[in-house]
């Protein structure tokens, strides 16, 4: 049974490694976590996390471009159900489209379209950088045992402007709403960082290990 | 509501901390990784190294360092010191670390910052400022630990850093750094009201209220200390507490 991190190139997934193994050790969960790039890897994993960070353009094109990756992805995600964790940019491109410096086609899976944050309050800093207190909007197993106020790390200027109200399980409050977490079937992704939320964090990787959906 | 930061700062050299008092509940004391645990108990928000390793061949022990810390500990950790390159960066990142500050280098060659940024997303490109005042009201970049003179204007090279793709800047006060008689108030303030990315103020700090003073007065979201917590002065949480208590949002 693996938990396959797609790597592709997008920023350092060592700390996401350790982070998803401590959680699956700490809530005896058997899994191997193993950071990929292997397409087949990908289509035979129980479960799947998409980090990512830097432009979504960036990230789109990094992705289309390991081999394989993307149909192994559609595969396995979409045609199978297994559990999908997308973190980040990874969770934005889970979007019909992102417009971070060009207007990009994401993964369309689901709706909304990826905006830059435009705070009410002009002097409200841009990256919406550091510790925000999660506002959950739905029950779901992945915020098993997390409650509203709980901190989780952020660091993004563009948001997931979700389409549909029901998709989005938590927010967090940045000079106006901004999704924290996103949700529909077997798909499921952060806006914050769950491996350096410390052990808000930790718990909300474990709850996604253990997720069946 | 956005929580404002309080991040200690280890000075690391050849893979030991530098200086500091014996913690009792350090198994220990000389090790970053065991400093940096306590830390990590104690609310810290982020966590920050400064290697200041002066030969080449003994930065294997910074990796080390970092990567035994990100093992241990899931919160956000910048490393700067000796950034010249993207390789370093690269071998930052992989080690473990989240996000790479950049002084000197980015003074020698200004388009290292944006390569950065495009490279690995502003997310993780820090700039550090160390900063002089030259007469009132305005401050000069310096390098090389606060030794050479640029003749570049903080607060402008604080903008271009910004527009060349930094994720947040973290600004030094050389003439309060090592005093304890706290920040440098307008110069936090004239550098984060000229820009919209986060401003991390530093240098100076000996008493909780000055932390208070640099959000405050100084507008930066971040405050960042490195002997008050390390000579065991105060603990993080003792100064979350007087933010919190100056009416100054803190994850407790």
Known sequence: MITAIIDYGSGNLRSAAKAFERAAREAAIDTEIRVTHDAETVRRAERVVLPGVGAFADCRRGLAAVPGMEAALDEAVRRRGRPFLGICVGMQLMADRGREFETVDGLGWIAGEVVAIAPADPALKIPHMGWNELALRAAHPLLDGIASGAHAYFVHSYRFACAERRDVLATVEYGGEIAAVVGRDNLVGTQFHPEKSQATGLRLIANFLRWRP | ?252
């Open chain 2, 1 to 252: 509501m956005l929580k404002m930061r309080v991040i200690p700062c280890l000075d690391v050299k050849d893979g030991r901390t530098v200086k500091g008092v014996n913690f009792i509940d350090l198994i220990d004391a000389g090790d970053p990784v065991e400093q940096a645990k306590l830390y990590d108990r104690e609310g810290a928000d982020e966590l920050c190294f400064l290697d200041i390793t002066a030969s080449a061949e003994n930065r294997d022990t910074l990796y080390d360092v970092v990567a035994r810390t990100a093992e241990q500990c899931f919160m956000p950790l910048t490393v700067g010191g000796g950034v010249r390159g993207v390789e370093d960066i690269r071998r930052l990142l992989l080690a473990g670390a989240d996000k790479a500050s950049i002084n000197t280098a980015a003074v020698a060659r200004p388009d290292f910052v944006r390569e950065a940024a495009e490279k690995f997303g502003s997310q993780c490109i820090v700039v550090a400022i160390d900063a002089k005042s030259v007469g009132s009201g305005r401050w000069e970049v310096f390098t090389h630990g606060g030794r050479r003179a640029t003749g570049i204007d903080a607060v402008e090279w604080a903008k271009r850093m910004a527009s060349a793709g930094a994720g947040e800047i973290l600004l030094t006060s050389m003439d309060r750094d090592g005093t304890k008689a706290g920040f440098d108030i307008p110069l936090t303030r004239s550098v984060a009201d000229a820009i919209r990315i986060p401003v991390i103020a530093s240098g100076g700090v000996g008493t909780l209220d000055h932390l208070v003073e640099g959000i405050r007065d100084g507008h930066a979201t971040a405050v960042l200390a490195a002997s008050i917590f390390h000579f065991g002065s105060f603990s993080i949480a003792q100064a979350k507490a007087r933010l919190a208590a100056a009416g100054i949002p803190v994850r407790l």
